[in-house]
């Protein structure tokens, strides 16, 4: 009797494990459908992102030939077709070596390659050189760009320890955007302040805003706002997330206001680096085929 009752315990044991034992086998192909599903969506929103990225980089090429084949036909007596065509063709060039910066900047993001190089900033000189990248683009939609710079120093200037070519893609990447989502003949207002060691920026545009749908999307790498075939509106969606990225590594964070149809204030908030500063800078080069752009 005792023997059988050992028996039945056992048995029950035994089923009790094999009850277990198929419930954690249930969750982990619960578990794996899971992770299948997410790496199908991550290869689909790659593939998207690669998409995307070859549109920006063929679009301009396209361009920039299409119009240097129009140059090379055009009479001695309409030179001013040729200015024209110039101005275009510096502007293409202008947004292929802009959406190339990103594109560098996001690869050695992933490869863990992209470290601050810290020099002693003028501001005020690398916001007026970031707005003046950007006049074809001003001009083209009658939109005026307002500085404002707070925390000068006797001698009129506002200076601070960070990575200079960093921040001017951080910059290029907020004007590019406001530009881009801004209606023809408005204002745009990029301010600057020094509050104690934090650099404080803010760039605002009175143009289309961003909706609620897109407000959880617009730092993702993979995703791009506006995406439809027939968008007017350039870029692929990186130079926000590349902005998050780089403010990351600056110790700095990214935020925004933004209502529909009024407007869009992006504010960035940068500490001052207490690394040795390895030089003064007011400029950066705006070319892509440096040995070192980053």
Not at 34 to 55: D, G, P, Q, R, T
Not at 92 to 116: M, R, S, T, W, Y
Not at 209 to 221: A, V
Not at 250 to 277: R, W
């Amino acid at each position: 009797m005792a023997a059988e009752r050992n028996y039945i315990s056992e048995l029950e044991a035994a089923n009790k494990e094999k009850a277990s034992l198929k419930e954690e086998i249930e969750r982990l192909e619960a578990s794996l459908v899971k992770v299948n599903s997410k790496l199908e969506e991550a290869e689909a929103l790659k593939s998207h992102f690669i998409s995307n990225i070859c549109n920006e980089l063929v679009n301009p090429f396209t361009s920039v030939l299409a119009l240097s084949d129009n140059i090379l036909d055009v009479d001695k007596e309409n030179w001013k077709k040729v200015i024209s065509m110039v101005a275009l063709i510096h502007s293409e060039v202008f947004h292929l070596d802009f959406q190339l910066k990103n594109i560098f900047a996001a690869a050695k993001l992933e490869a863990g390659e992209l470290q601050p190089e810290i020099s002693t900033v003028d501001i005020e000189s690398l916001i007026g050189h970031v707005i003046d990248t950007f006049k074809y683009d001003t001009r083209h939609k009658s939109i005026n760009i307002i500085s404002e710079i707070e925390g000068k120093n006797n001698e009129g200037k506002l200076f601070f320890n960070t990575d200079p070519e960093k921040l001017s893609l951080i910059l290029m990447n907020l004007l590019s955007n406001a530009l881009k989502f801004s209606y023809e003949k408005s204002k745009i207002y990029l301010r600057a302040s020094k509050v104690f060691d934090k650099l404080i920026v803010e760039v605002q545009d009175f143009g289309k805003g961003i909706s609620s749908e897109d407000e959880n999307i617009i730092f993702d790498r993979f995703k791009r706002v506006d995406s439809g075939i027939n968008s007017v509106n350039r870029g692929h969606g990186l130079g926000l997330s590349v902005n998050k990225a780089v403010l990351d590594i600056l110790d700095g964070t990214i935020s925004f206001t933004s209502t529909e149809k009024k407007g869009t204030t992006f504010i960035v908030n940068i500490p001052e680096s207490k690394e040795t500063s390895t030089g003064t800078s007011s400029d950066v080069n705006e070319l892509f085929f440096d040995e070192e752009t980053f």
